[in-house]
């Protein structure tokens, strides 16, 4: 496993990953215009937040960054799940 030194990377990484997996959330509903890009950005500052807390709060340090980008795939698909 990558070991990341920096906050700032590992801060980058969750919200890159937000950003992409609310994309990714919003190509898959049946929408003939495709998604809008202020509710994915909405979705990906929901999902980053949620991610966030979990990271903030988890005690290994090793396992931080796979811990929250977890938790931001199962916040996508309970967004999915409620949304469709």
Known sequence: MMSFKSKTTQLLILGVTALSLSRALFFFFNDPEGPNLVVVVGAAVIVYAVS????????SDSKKLVFAILIQVVAVLILYVTLR
């Not at 966030?52 to 005690?59: G, I, P, R, S």
């Open 52 to 59: 966030l807390v979990t990271y903030a709060f988890n005690a």
